[in-house]
């Protein structure tokens, strides 16, 4: 029964995990793959509290993008920042 639940709670959090990527504008593969981290790593219950504080960070992320639309960065914004001469100095 114990596995029941210990599977149960990670596909709730990988799910919680997808949607949050997938509302913050990320791609629909990549929200796959990183939101396979919290069920793999729940499911055999290695490094389950780094795969759940995971999960919250990214849902405070797309959360804290919801109450700030005027703000909302896409991911290829980000980049496209780090990469500007602002940040990298030649």
């Given amino acids: 029964m114990e596995i029941f639940f210990r599977i ?3 596909i ?3 799910l919680i ?6 509302y913050m504008g990320i791609s629909y593969g990549t929200s796959i793959i990183l ?9 055999i219950s290695v490094l389950t509290s780094f795969a759940y ?3 919250g960070l990214v849902f ?3 959360c804290a993008s919801s109450l700030l639309p005027e703000f909302h ?10 990469k500007s001469d ?5």
Wanted: glycine fraction near 2%; hydrophobic fraction near 60%; charged fraction near 15%.
């Fill in 8 to 10: 149960s709670k990670s």
């Fill in 12 to 14: 709730v959090l990988s």
């Fill in 17 to 22: 995990m997808f949607f949050s990527l997938r």
């Fill in 35 to 43: 939101s396979l981290i919290p069920l793999v790593l729940g499911s």
């Fill in 53 to 55: 504080m995971l999960s």
């Fill in 60 to 62: 405070i992320a797309a």
């Fill in 73 to 82: 960065l896409n991911a290829k914004d980000i980049v496209n920042f780090a």
């Fill in 86 to 90: 602002v940040v990298v100095r030649k």
